[in-house]
């Protein structure tokens, strides 16, 4: 007997569905919203995340009173869902990201691995960036679209910048290299991914990892995995290795240990 999806994230979904709709067609962004939506119609249980924000939440108020403009329904369903929500943002920096990134930015992860849903399959979350920030470039292998809830511009591939407008879409094929900016006003957009019953891995995989564990700030909404597949960026010679992984939003390095040793003649074999 399964429980039922708290009413508070079903409104929201339910909203979502219906602005998804609403936004002007794009038939691929279609496919991957049918896959998202079909996967929830069944609840997959809490994720057991511990709610959190962020300061750069400071800019979610102005970002929603913007969107209620022509979203309210949604903007308040998901105001409503926002205090069970975990922030997170990326630890690092990248070449690509404005210099205001890190302290500039924050995704809340609202069905996935660890989130307000725990599940597996798909993932739906949302970014929130400062005025004026870039976004760095990342892929995943899952495919994605995005929901625009402000004014802010898309790149992917080797098209140019592209401002879908508030209430479009945005649609990322698998592994593709995209990355949002905003203008002079807080971006705030909405993603969903249909990830399928095995998450799939995008980076070399030279092992799968068990028991791995990692050091340093857990910004991660989610822990990593026994048997979540990473690629090795760096042998620190003292035990500890820096090991980079797939996660919703791009690519995350860690600094893991407990490798036994007939395991890393592999890895560098
Ligand atoms: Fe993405």
């Not at 108020?61 to 990326?90: C, G, I, Q, V, Y």
């Not at 910004?219 to 690629?231: E, K």
């Amino acid at each position: 007997m399964m429980e039922k999806r708290p009413p508070i994230l079903q409104d929201f979904l339910d909203q979502l569905y219906d602005a998804l709709q609403s936004s002007p067609g794009l038939p691929e962004a279609g496919r991957c919203i049918d896959r998202v939506f079909t996967a929830l119609v069944d609840y997959r249980g809490p994720g057991q995340n511990t709610p959190g924000r962020l300061p750069a939440c400071a800019h979610l108020a102005p970002a929603l009173d913007n969107a209620r403009l022509s979203h309210r329904a949604l903007a308040d369903s998901f105001a409503a869902l926002e205090p069970h929500l975990t922030w997170t943002k990326r630890a690092q920096s990248h070449p690509t990201a404005s210099a205001n990134f890190v302290d500039g930015h924050a995704n809340a992860l609202i069905v996935g691995p660890g989130a307000y849903e725990g599940r597996d399959d798909v993932w739906v979350g949302v970014s929130l960036l400062a005025p004026h920030v870039r976004y760095p470039d990342h892929n995943h292998g899952p495919e994605e679209t995005y929901l625009a809830l402000s004014e802010g511009k898309f790149q992917h591939g080797e098209e140019d910048w592209y401002a879908p407008g508030i209430g479009g879409k945005f649609y990322n094929t698998p592994n593709i290299r995209h990355a949002m900016a905003s203008g002079d006003k807080p971006f705030f957009a909405i993603w969903c991914l249909p990830v399928g019953e095995r998450p799939p891995v995008t980076l070399p995989k030279f092992k799968q990892f068990d028991n791995v564990r990692y050091r340093g700030p857990t910004w991660l909404s989610y822990d990593l995995r026994a048997g979540d597949g990473g690629a090795i960026l760096e042998v620190y010679g003292d035990g500890y290795y820096e090991v980079q992984f797939d996660y919703p939003g791009g690519l995350t390095n860690k600094t893991v240990d407990a490798f036994p040793e007939e395991q890393l003649e592999k890895l560098s074999g």
